[in-house]
């Protein structure tokens, strides 16, 4: 079975990596998520893409790095206008926010952004968080700071991670191999995939999920080379029940 993670929520639809972006991928019948997760000044998880505020907020004419905002500075800023007029007073919102909304059955990817600043404690917070909804099983933690990665597996074992990476590695599936970290998932760019490429990560123990593609047949023609999954932003993609 191939997964369709919906990217930052139903970005096409809605304002990306808000509540009802991802409420949106829900009504879709997605599967999974994809979210991306930041470190408040006094400590708060909030999804949010980007390091700074700027994109997301510029009809505000907010800007700034999330980790100079207080939470309840953050909930001040208006994110939804940017992306159009009917969202306008949607803000960014927290990790226990979609955990309230997010069903047991429907997968988790939480990226950590971890570069280029260092979060100090977010490894913590992101697993205290999911205890607490009791949403432990289903997730995938990936980040492209692999050492973040590592002390997920430290602090907690069983955790299952992926590898974010934006380079064209030279046999990706070696390094994972060898990175020192209980690898479950490698994250490459889509444009990285081939046939063999899936075929190698395989015969290595991994999963597969590149990203981001929004073409069906593209998706299409991934499912042929057996990846495990997707991360897409297309809505028409997000319910698909498809096997590989």
């Known amino acids: ?135 432990t099983e289903n997730v995938i933690i990936s980040s492209f700071d692999h050492h973040s990665l590592k002390r997920i597996k430290a602090l907690a074992p069983d955790t299952r991670v992926g590898l974010l990476f934006l380079d064209q590695l030279i046999e990706p599936w070696h390094y994972a191999k060898n990175c020192g970290i209980d690898v479950y998932s490698l994250h490459p760019r889509y444009v990285f995939i081939d046939e063999n490429y899936v075929k190698k990560c395989h ?9 981001t593609v929004d073409d069906i047949d593209m998706v299409e023609q991934f499912m042929a080379y057996g990846v495990d999954g997707v991360f897409s932003n297309n809505p028409e993609i997000f319910g698909l029940e498809c096997c590989t």
């Not at 015969?203 to 990203?211: I, M, N, S, T």
């Open 1 to 135: 079975m191939t997964i369709h993670f919906a990217h930052m929520g139903s970005s096409k639809e809605r304002p990306e990596n808000t509540l009802p972006s991802f409420q949106r991928a829900l009504e879709h019948g997605a599967k999974a998520m994809e979210l991306d997760v930041q470190l408040t000044k006094d400590g708060h998880l909030v999804i949010c893409h980007d390091q700074k505020i700027n994109r997301v907020a510029a009809a505000a004419g907010a800007a700034g790095f999330i980790k100079d905002f207080t939470l309840e500075e953050i909930e001040q800023i208006d994110v939804g206008s940017t992306f159009s007029e009917e969202y306008k007073g949607v803000t960014l919102t927290t990790l226990d926010a979609v955990l309230g909304i997010c069903p047991p059955d429907v997968l988790l990817n939480i990226e950590i952004k971890n570069i280029p600043f260092f979060y100090e404690g977010i490894e913590e917070k992101v697993l205290d968080r999911l205890a607490a909804y009791n949403h």
């Open 203 to 211: 015969e290595a123990g991994f999963k597969v999920y590149p990203f």
